[in-house]
């Protein structure tokens, strides 16, 4: 029986750790029933901070769920 519908979305972004983390933490706790099915998260490059460290940029792919029910 077919009484919910599941809306699928592939994402990619770009990031430190804090924020890619931020973002999915988010994700997981909206009530719109959304939910990171799949991560993969791949090294990009080096960039400095404005405190002088450096700071490891992400490439993150998601794939995003949602399911509704009518």
């Known amino acids: 029986i077919d009484f919910y519908k599941k809306f699928t979305v592939d994402l990619q972004a770009e990031g ?8 999915i933490y988010q994700l997981q706790n909206t009530p ?26 992400l490439k993150c792919y998601l794939l995003i769920s949602k399911v509704v029910i009518p």
Do not use: M, P, V, Y
């Open 32 to 57: 719109q029933l959304l939910r990171a099915d799949r991560l993969r998260l791949e090294t990009k490059s080096l960039s400095a901070t404005q405190a002088g460290s450096q700071s490891q940029n």
């Open 16 to 23: 430190d750790i804090k924020q890619i983390t931020q973002f």
